[in-house]
């Protein structure tokens, strides 16, 4: 018998989120008429806009002649690429090369790993975004945690240890945070003085509204130097289906780490679907822009209501402002899974129990926005109706 990856079969055991989806799949197959409301996924509810919806019609029909039909990419079309620079990255002076398309920064952001040696010293925020963790363990990759939590504001001290690679992730998935200007700097000139790189997760960044908070990690100086960024249409235009989005390898990074990722996607990879590309080209047509300013508006909507009802209801609630995501601290100090059997069992609401982030989320659970308005409506009313009875 072939011998397993040890660390695929232990993480069967831990605290995934394919255990959320199992647990309400068990329960409504016992209780089938029971109407689930989901604050829990981080996928999005809002259909693509149509001006993207087109484009892609026509990029089928591109397939469909010899003329304009289309093969292996690579690292993506330099159409995509352009537009990219052109819309994201302006300011900055960045060339294709340092653009590289992809199909999800869930891939992404641990394949970048590929880069750096087994030794390499990885930092993972406590909460984090599992992929980091569950991602590298299954690569092999030992990680290591920097706390997040309430005293810090849920933005990790910087290390007195060297640490070779760290993720950062803002607006954050789970916290709902943001970094600041200021509180990025210090993780640039950590990465500066201790040689390390930063792998930036901004799938979030269209949510980004206060001032403070960069929409970008290059608007810091330097940052050229130590980050790569990752971004991703599945969250902005809904893309969780399609699959497109792009990683920027600045050709500063020392030493050459640019070309050598080169080779390695001439090693391992060949390329994104042409038609998600066309897709995500024509995310930035105006007519588009509009039509996915109003969906992340929603979006924000139902966050800011899911914030005023735990608010106006007591509970200590972090995030949502520059992000789809609410941080709720558990009033009952109940363990995060007790939490959320009670939340399916007695409301019918889907949330995510904290556990599932990292120890440090063992009393919080998170919320979504993604969620239709009818949902959001139909959750908040009955935790109301649950909270004011107990009151
Ligand atoms: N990064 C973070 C922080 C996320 O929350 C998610 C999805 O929820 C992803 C990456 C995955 O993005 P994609 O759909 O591009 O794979």
Redesign the pocket.
């Known amino acids: 018998m072939p011998k397993i990856n040890p660390e695929i079969i232990k993480l069967d055991e831990e605290n995934i989120f394919s255990k959320v989806i199992q647990k309400v799949n068990e329960y409504k197959k016992k209780h089938p008429t029971d109407d689930i409301v989901s604050l829990g996924v ?2 999005v509810t809002r259909p693509i806009v149509e001006p993207v919806v087109l484009a892609m019609h026509r990029a089928v029909d591109d397939l469909s002649k010899e003329e304009t039909f289309k093969g292996y990419n690579g690292d993506g079309y330099d159409f995509l690429k352009e537009k990219i620079i052109e819309n994201e990255y302006h300011d900055y002076g960045f060339v294709n090369e340092e653009i590289h398309i992809s199909n ?6 641990t394949s970048i790993l590929e880069l750096f040696p087994m030794s390499a010293k990885i930092g993972v925020t406590n909460a984090m ?1 599992p ?1 980091y963790r569950d991602g590298a363990r299954c690569l092999g990759r030992k990680v290591y945690f920097l706390d997040a939590k309430e005293e810090n504001n849920f933005i990790p001290d910087i290390p007195k240890e060297k640490y070779d690679l760290i993720y950062i ?1 803002s607006p ?2 789970p916290v709902g945070n943001a970094y600041t200007y200021q509180e990025l700097k210090k993780w640039i000139d950590y990465a500066i003085n201790n040689q390390a790189v930063i792998l930036y ?1 901004n ?2 960044s269209a949510f980004i509204s206060s001032e403070d908070v960069p929409k970008s990690i290059y608007e810091i100086d330097e940052a050229k130097q130590v980050a790569i960024e ?1 971004n ?4 902005v235009a809904s ?2 289906g399609v ?1 497109c ?1 792009y990683y920027v390898i600045p050709k500063e990074i020392y030493p050459d780490v640019n070309r050598l990722w080169r080779k390695r996607i001439s090693n391992r990879f060949n390329g994104t679907d042409y038609i998600a590309q066309r897709g995500a080209e024509a995310v930035y047509l105006p007519e588009s822009q509009k039509l996915i300013k109003e969906n992340i508006a929603y979006y924000k909507e139902n966050i800011k209501m899911l914030k005023d009802f735990f608010t106006s209801y007591g509970f200590k609630i972090y995030g949502g402002i520059d992000s789809p995501y609410i941080w709720v601290k558990n009033k009952e100090n109940m363990e995060s899974w007790d939490l959320f059997n009670l939340y399916l069992n007695k409301l019918n609401i889907v949330i995510i129990p904290g556990i599932i982030f990292g120890k440090r989320g063992e009393k919080y659970f998170r919320v979504s926005g993604f969620a239709t308005r009818d949902n959001i409506n139909k959750a908040i009313g009955r935790m109301k109706k649950y909270y004011g009875k107990e009151k």
């Open positions: 981080g996928d999800g920064t869930k891939t992404d952001c975004y992929v992730c954050s998935n997760d799938v979030y990752m991703s249409y599945s969250k893309f969780t699959r989005s």
